[in-house]
């Protein structure tokens, strides 16, 4: 790095630490992580330990940059999701949560979307034997009780960003994946958001959508018993998650389909040959669900230190 770019690194963190509304989004976000574990906790979920080095990881279904690092005779990923792990962690505990770090080196194009950043975390989640519908009342009632939270902890953040988040209603609303492309064009994500004042989700997303690992729908061949949620007022996507495939040939049916390589998932395809649990799971966007709350124009913005692609960070 050059003099002159390290100084312009340093007068940027320096205005960072100064700022207001940075130092209040992170505040917002610490009482967004606490309501989010406690709420977990209290449901009985168990949190186990973020995985950042691992000889399996999520393939995604976007392209990232996709460097690995050599040690110990193994090539070993740093963690995209830890998906896999999820559905391995169930078969012992019935319900998990990680506050997981995820290293994703998205493309220089998505620096301006607000949406995303190379390094950021998930509240992922997941347990043994319980359908789409439990997880996403689960969710639901997650978000509301971390907004209520929110409301209460942090009211004079909340009026410094001039945001009055009112508490959604239960059950959110559902649009079936086909109807929202049928009623909206390819851009129904964006356009569904913008509209709406409150939390919608996603439901039955086709398998080419996503990555291997989400259950084929029984009753509705080509479409997954999978869902996202997107958020209010043009925030776009919160959550995405899904029943998890838990059969060997399937998923090895599924791999081939994605023309990705079975070598690469070895360990869930040997744990599924004898026998996995069906699982269910969603992730949920910290900053995300910060910047929402915060109105803020990049989800970069709810951190001292933010990792915005194609922009090396402190
Ligand atoms: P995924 O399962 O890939 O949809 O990831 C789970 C959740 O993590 C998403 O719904 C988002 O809220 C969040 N997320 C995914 N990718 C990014 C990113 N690059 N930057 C920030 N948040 C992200
Ligand atoms: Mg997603």
């Known amino acids: 790095m050059g003099k002159t770019e390290s100084v312009g690194q340093i007068e940027s963190l320096k205005s960072r630490i100064g700022s207001e509304e940075i130092v209040r989004a992170v505040r917002v976000q610490s009482t967004v992580r606490g309501a989010i574990e406690s709420y977990l906790r209290k449901e009985g979920y168990v949190e186990i330990s973020p995985v950042i080095l691992s000889t399996l990881t999520d393939p995604l279904n976007h392209p990232v940059y996709d460097p690995s690092i050599t040690a110990y005779n193994q090539k070993l990923a740093l963690t995209k999701s830890m998906i896999f792990h999820k559905q391995i962690a169930v078969q ?94 390819s851009d129904f994500e964006r356009r569904i958001s913008e509209e709406s004042k409150e939390p919608v989700w996603i439901t039955g997303i086709p398998l080419e959508g996503r990555e291997f690992y989400d259950l084929e729908d029984p009753d ?54 004898s026998g996995l649990e069906p699982s269910c799971g969603f992730g949920i ?30």
């Open 92 to 185: 012992a505990i019935p319900g998990i949560f990680i506050m997981s770090p995820n290293i994703r080196l998205e493309t220089e194009d998505k620096a301006s979307t607000g949406r995303h950043l190379y390094e950021f975390t998930q509240a992922d989640v997941e347990a043994r034997g319980k359908s789409m519908d439990d997880m996403m009342d689960l969710a639901e009632r997650m978000i509301v009780f971390t907004i209520e939270e929110v409301r209460k902890n942090n009211a004079s953040d909340l009026e410094f960003f001039s945001r009055r988040i009112a508490v959604p209603g239960r059950p959110f609303r559902r649009i079936r994946y086909r109807d929202a492309y049928e009623r909206y064009g």
């Open 220 to 273: 509705d061949p080509g479409y997954l018993r999978d869902m996202d949620l997107l958020w209010p007022e043009g925030y776009q996507e919160a959550i995405s998650g899904g029943e998890r495939e838990f059969k060997y040939e399937r998923i090895l049916q599924r791999i081939k389909i994605k023309k990705q390589e079975p070598e690469s998932f070895r360990t869930i395809l040997e744990m599924s040959m």
């Open 285 to 314: 966007g910290i900053e995300r669900f910060t910047r929402y709350l915060c109105g803020l124009k990049h989800c970069a913005d709810t951190n001292l230190f933010p990792r915005i692609p194609g922009q090396p960070g402190i």
